[in-house]
């Protein structure tokens, strides 16, 4: 029997297909991972211009169909359990590890409730004086430099507002007392298992060994859970956990309360080491793609400045830094909204058809994988006008660009990103703190690390000028 919804059609095992269907155009190609991983950007928007918004590929081995129309998109983002499961390279599936939201569709309702309450929502609200005391600190030592490595001076002081917010520990290479007990010694080192762990995504060679990225990267994994396992074996020393404290507390207490629910050991353990890292790098390569965007547009900045002023008076009084505050600046948000439009840190959404579909007269077979593009939807005409301008007011009224399955950072759907609030959060604090105490001129043009997310490569440094 078919299924049927007004956009989507399910086809059954050995059901006739429809009469005048067209399957998504392009053979797949042997070099197309290469291509693909080297600039997916360019690689997306060739094939668009060539093929359009749906198109057939051989990313990551196998018939992997990209789309780009919000039609196809919202297909792709709510398939779940119904006709789709999660495709992600083994390798990278084995990077996150069993207990992340991907592996296990059947529990994943259930634990992606119970992870958000210390993400989102009041508790998120609760994090934000220690984000903006955080990142005011770290601030102070950008006053000192004149020509600044942007990416790797935003990741220092989000790693330093994200390790209290996650794991409810700030970590101080002075005192040694905190690393007490801990089997990693400075934050510097911690870092570089982060990285060598990050490296290890998308490590394509399948061979668990120190010569391979991926290899190097499951090590640093066992590494990190070591590490992590320490941190909570120290919070559950603590007498009276505030749940609401932090991520970590709000896991201690609710496995306190009921020790057979979402919340096991190893459950929790995985959880810190995955947030982190998404966090970590997810937010910090946001606030650094925005610092420069803005590099780029003086007339924004100075239309943000004005903003703040209406929102929080000329000199930002950082403890009376309210929720409210944050929900007025609503051109900021427009702002980070274009950045994450134009710099799309990752595509979203791999997922492996085990039923063939039709939507809109293309069949997508049973058995090939899908990849929602943020870099096709985004670049769309169809969806944003004159896409190539930079123009944050696209996304304030009338405009409202931003419309499910079209704009889709944070992908949709299920699946949808559970840190978009956090990232969005934070992001908005730093961008407003850096807009009162500094001005800043781009030097040349940065060049990008693409995968596994798109970041400023380390090297690109900006001239800050200080305000006041
Ligand atoms: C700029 C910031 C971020 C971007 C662009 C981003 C992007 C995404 C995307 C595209 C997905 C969907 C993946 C899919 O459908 O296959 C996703 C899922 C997810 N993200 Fe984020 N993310 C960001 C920040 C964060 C942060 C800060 C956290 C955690 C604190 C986080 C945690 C997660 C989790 C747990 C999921 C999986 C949700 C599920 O499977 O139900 N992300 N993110």
């Known amino acids: 029997m078919n299924q049927a919804t007004s956009d989507i059609l399910i086809l059954e095992e050995g059901q006739e297909l429809p009469k005048e269907i067209k399957y998504p155009p392009r053979k797949p190609k042997w070099y197309d991972t290469f291509k693909y991983i080297a600039n997916p950007e360019q690689f997306c928007r060739q094939n668009l211009d060539n093929y359009g918004p749906i198109f057939n590929t051989g990313v990551f081995g196998g018939e992997t169909i990209f789309v780009g129309t919000a039609k196809a998109i919202k297909m792709v983002f709510n398939g779940d359990s119904n006709y789709t499961e999660i495709a992600l390279?083994?390798?990278?599936?084995?990077?996150f590890g069993e207990y992340s939201l991907f592996q296990r569709p059947d529990l994943h309702r259930d634990r992606k409730n119970a992870l958000a309450i210390g993400l989102t929502g009041r508790a998120l609200e609760g994090y934000i004086p220690n984000i903006n005391t955080i990142i005011l600190a770290g601030l102070e030592h950008w006053s000192k430099?004149?020509?600044l490595p942007l990416?790797?001076?935003?990741e220092e002081i989000c790693f330093n507002v994200l390790t209290p917010l996650l794991l409810g520990i700030k970590l101080d290479d002075n005192d040694t007392a905190i690393f007490s007990g801990l089997p990693l010694s400075t934050k510097r080192e911690l870092k570089e298992v982060y990285q060598t762990y990050f490296n290890g995504f998308y490590g394509l060679l399948k061979w668990k060994s120190p010569l391979t990225a991926y290899g190097r990267g499951l090590a640093a994994r066992s590494k990190l859970i070591k590490f992590m396992e320490a941190v909570i074996n120290k919070r559950r020393q603590e007498k009276n956990i505030d749940p609401t404290r932090d991520?970590?507390?709000?896991?201690?207490v609710s496995q306190q309360e009921n020790p057979?629910?979402?919340?096991?050991d190893s459950l929790i353990a995985n959880q810190c080491l995955l947030q982190l890292w998404a966090s970590l790098y997810e937010i910090s390569s946001l606030v650094a793609s925005v610092i420069y965007q803005l590099g780029k547009y003086q007339e924004i900045r100075e239309k943000l400045r004005l903003e703040q002023t209406k929102i929080i008076g000329k000199y930002n009084h950082h403890h009376q830094f309210l929720p409210e505050h944050l929900r007025k600046m609503s051109l900021l948000e427009a702002t980070i909204k274009e950045t994450l439009r134009t710099l799309p840190p990752s595509s979203t959404a791999n997922r492996r058809l085990t039923k063939s579909v039709v939507v809109d007269g293309v069949l997508y077979p049973k058995?090939?994988?899908?990849?929602?593009?943020?870099?096709l939807a985004h670049i769309m005409p169809e969806y944003f006008e004159q896409p190539e301008i930079f123009a944050p007011e696209r996304f304030l009224p009338p405009r409202n660009e931003d419309q499910s399955y079209q704009f889709i950072p944070f992908g949709g759907g299920v699946h949808a990103c559970l840190g978009a609030q956090m990232a969005m959060t934070v992001t908005k604090i730093f961008i407003s703190h850096v807009l009162s105490k500094f001005d800043w001129q781009l030097i040349g043009k940065p060049s990008f690390v693409q995968f596994?997310?798109?970041?400023?490569?380390?090297?690109?440094?900006?001239?800050l000028v200080h305000q006041r």
Request: proline share 7%; aromatic share 8%; hydrophobic share 35%.
């Open 89 to 95: 390279p083994e390798t990278t599936m084995e990077m």
């Open 145 to 147: 430099i004149e020509t």
């Open 151 to 154: 990416y790797s001076s935003v």
């Open 247 to 252: 991520f970590l507390s709000m896991m201690l």
């Open 260 to 264: 057979n629910g979402v919340f096991s």
């Open 367 to 375: 058995g090939s994988t899908m990849i929602a593009e943020p870099r």
């Open 452 to 463: 596994p997310l798109k970041k400023i490569k380390d090297n690109y440094r900006i001239k």
